[in-house]
């Protein structure tokens, strides 16, 4: 069975710091990876996702993770937080297989807070 | 493109009541997921739909929970005979069916409160 795992239920960091949330996964086959951003009372943005091409993800707003499979990792980096970046943050896994229903398996999630 | 819009926001009921919350997928989505948030935790699949079709449902999905998706568009959660225990953000997710789909698209949620 697919499960994910985030390290650190609460992360403070200073503004203009580096950001670094950490996602491990549990797969039997090959996953898709997601990271999403959840802001109060609001539902959930897509901020990248990883489908086994590059290993190292783009997404919005300065972010970036990076597959390891090794380290069966995929953590989200940005390299200089904003006051707007807090938030609650949800890596999630979703299996890849042809049939699959591609529900995804959330992490409990990782509350961001940027100190002026 | 409008979105996921999700009806109501914020539902508050009182135990033994029943609800019924709507969903409106991005149009042409032929996928829709439903998840249940509660406090601290991350959302949980409930069901999924594929058109019509209901193809999975979570064991956390119980007889008191039904949901359809009638004509494969806009979705219905009903829950019969609340209880506390089902306070919770309901959410409700599209997707296209096309190679490179696999990401959800989210609405905003619809919190429930029962009293």
């Known amino acids: 069975a697919q499960s994910v795992t985030q390290l650190g239920s609460h992360v403070s960091v200073s503004e203009g710091a580096l950001v670094l949330l950490r996602c491990n996964y549990s797969s039997s086959v090959p996953p898709y990876l997601f990271w999403y951003v959840q802001y109060p009372n609001q539902g959930l943005q897509l901020l990248l996702k990883?489908?086994?091409?590059?290993?190292l993800v783009k997404g919005i707003n300065g972010f970036e993770a990076e597959f390891k499979k090794s380290e069966t990792s995929f953590h989200l980096t940005k390299p200089s937080a904003h006051m707007s970046d807090a938030a609650e943050y949800f890596c999630a896994v979703s299996l890849n297989y042809g049939g699959a229903t591609n529900k995804l398996i959330f992490g409990t999630g990782t509350l961001l807070a940027v100190q002026p | 493109d409008t979105g996921v819009s999700q009806n109501p926001r914020h539902k508050i009921t009182k135990r033994g009541q029943n609800v019924t919350f709507r969903c409106d997928p991005i149009s042409e989505h032929n996928r829709l997921y439903w998840y249940r948030q509660t406090l601290g935790q991350g959302p949980e699949f409930l069901t999924y739909f594929q058109n019509e079709a209901q193809l999975e449902k979570s064991r956390l999905l119980s007889d008191r929970f039904s949901a359809e998706r009638p004509k494969g568009s806009f979705s219905t959660l009903e829950i019969q005979r609340t209880e506390q225990g089902d306070s919770a953000m309901y959410l409700c997710?599209?997707?296209?069916?096309?190679?490179?789909?696999?990401?959800?698209?989210f609405g905003p949620g619809t919190r429930l409160t029962v009293t």
């Open positions: 997710a599209s997707s296209p069916r096309t190679a490179s789909s696999y990401e959800q698209y």
């Open positions: 990883y489908t086994s091409a590059a290993t």
